[in-house]
């Protein structure tokens, strides 16, 4: 299934925070927005929402635009998109990087369709026992849950790690089996957020 790139709202600047694939921007129409509304309307009203849509926020972007607000504006997203023409809209509102059961359960609470309970900067028991917990209270209202398994290096909103640790491959049957999560994110030696390069870098020439 393609999902749409939409993977990273923060409404206090959105412009190097939503991060879209080079083709997706060109068909939204996005290449000199700079407002979310731009974001969200554009994202709709270019046809790119064939595609199911990820609406991601961070911690710090929900403590910064409400979380309320944040809830209405997924809906409203829904709603727009049946307005378009979409008879069954596939949007959903993600927690990029939950670092507490509380702030993953009030996400939960608040109508969010998937979090991620990010534990892996606590020893290895202390992340399954964490991330079980969330998994537990999650699945009770068919919501998703992603773990963190390994530390990616680099700054992402209020998340930072200087150094990697590639994530143990064993330790991946024993986590997923023990916490019940529904999907994982490792560590395989990439970074992430905060860049400082630029993409063509990361481009192997095939030839």
Request: glycine share 8%; hydrophobic share 35%; net charge negative.
């Amino acid at each position: 299934m393609r999902y749409a790139c939409f993977l990273y709202l923060l409404i206090k600047g959105v412009g190097k925070n939503v991060y879209l694939c080079n083709d997706c921007r060109k068909q939204a129409g996005l290449a000199d927005k700079k407002s979310p509304i731009d974001f969200v309307r554009n994202l709709f009203t270019s046809g790119i929402t064939k595609s199911p849509v990820i609406l991601q926020v961070s911690k710090g972007a929900r403590n910064y635009a409400n979380q309320t607000l944040l809830r209405y504006m997924a809906q409203g997203a829904v709603e727009y998109a049946k307005e378009l023409g979409c008879e069954h809209p596939q949007i959903v509102l993600h927690l990029d990087h939950g670092d507490s059961f509380e702030l993953c359960k009030s996400c939960i609470d608040m109508g969010f369709s998937s979090v991620m309970i990010d534990g892996s900067h606590l020893p290895y028991e202390e992340n399954v026992a964490l991330t079980k917990k969330v998994v537990d209270y999650a699945h009770q209202f068919d919501v998703t849950v992603e773990g963190e398994l390994g530390v990616l290096a680099g700054v992402e909103d209020e998340v930072s790690a200087e150094h990697h640790t590639y994530t143990d491959p064993e330790e991946v049957i024993d986590f997923a089996t023990r916490t019940g999560c529904d999907s994982l994110a490792i560590s395989i030696g990439t970074s992430h957020g905060a860049y400082k390069f630029k993409p063509e870098q990361c481009h192997v020439d095939p030839k």
